[in-house]
C-alpha cells in the first residue's frame, strides 16, 4: 500500500512528493528531525518530541510554520490515513530552499516533511537474545545534543560493526563511551548501579532515556549520571539501549565479549516491561 505523506502543508501519495533539490536540507545536511513511536494508533511520549524539536530548532535558527496544536494534529492525521497501528512517525524539517551558499539565507521557507514507518517496535525478537555492539571511534561533531540529519557517521559507524558481525555501534571519544549509533547507551554494573552518560553537547538527550532513568528511580535503582569506560561496560553486570525506536533493548555482547552471563539481564528486561506499560497508559 503506498503511504500517504506530508509536505509543507500537502497530503500526497509518497510517490508525488518532491523536494527541490536546492533544499539545504539536501545540500548542507541543514536539518533537523525527530521519530515518535506510536502504538495501538497511538502517539508515545510525543510532549517530548515535541520539545526537544522546538529547542533543535531554536538552536539552528529556523522556524516551525505550525503552531504546536498544528503540529500534534499532523501527526494524528498522518496515523488516521495511514491506518498505523504500531511503527514510526519520522518528521523533519529544512531551513528550506535557496541558490546554494554556504551563508544561511534569510527568507527561505521551510521544509517540513512527515511520513510513517510500520513496524513490530513491542515484539522486537533481539529483546530475547540481545544484541551485540562494537566500539568504534566517535567521529561525528561537537553539536550532538542537536538532532540534526548529519547522520553518514554513526551509519558507516553501523557498517563497521556490520563488518564484524555486531548488530551496532557503541561510539568511544578520549576513552569514554558516547552513545549507540542511533540510541542512548547503559551499563547496570556488578553493584546494581544504572551507569549513562551525563547530558551534554557530546550526546542527544534521548526522551526515552529521561523516562528510563525517572522509572529506574522510582523501581529503587540507584542511578549515576556519568561517563563510563570501554573496561567498565564489558565488566557490567548488563548493558542496553534506549531509543524510541527500541524502547529499552539488552545488550548481551561488546566487541564479541558477554556482557555478563551474555543473556538479556533481569533488570533490564524489568525496565523495558515498565516503560512499555508506563508509556502505553500515558499514549494520546
Known sequence: MTRTVYLNGSWLAEADAKVSIFDRGFLFADAIYEVTGVVGGKLLEYAGHAARLQRSMAELGIACPLTQDELLAVHREIVRRNDLQEGLIYLQISRGAADRDFAFPTNAAPTLVLFTQAKAVLDN??????????????????????????????????????????????????????????????????????I???????????????????????????????????????????????????????????DGQPVGDGKPGPRTLKLRQLYIENKLANAI
Open 125 to 194: 525478537p533481539k529483546v530475547k537474545t540481545g544484541i551485540s555492539v562494537a566500539l568504534v571511534a566517535d567521529q561525528r561533531w561537537a553539536r550532538r545534543d542537536i538532532k540534526t540529519v548529519q547522520l553518514l557517521y554513526p551509519s558507516m559507524a553501523k557498517m563497521q560493526a556490520a563488518s564484524v558481525g555486531a548488530d551496532d555501534a557503541w561510539l568511544v571519544e578520549d576513552g569514554f563511551v558516547t552513545e549507540a549509533s542511533s540510541a542512548t547507551a547503559h551499563i547496570i554494573s556488578q553493584d546494581g548501579t544504572l
Open 196 to 254: 549513562t552518560r551525563g547530558l551534554s553537547s557530546a550526546i542527544l538527550h534521548g526522551i526515552t532515556r529521561l523516562s528510563v532513568l525517572d522509572i529506574a528511580r522510582k523501581a529503587g535503582l540507584a542511578v549515576e549520571e556519568r561517563a563510563f569506560t570501554p573496561e567498565e561496560a564489558r565488566d557490567a553486570a548488563e548493558a542496553f539501549i534506549t531509543s524510541a525506536t527500541s524502547f529499552v533493548l539488552p545488550v548481551t555482547q561488546i
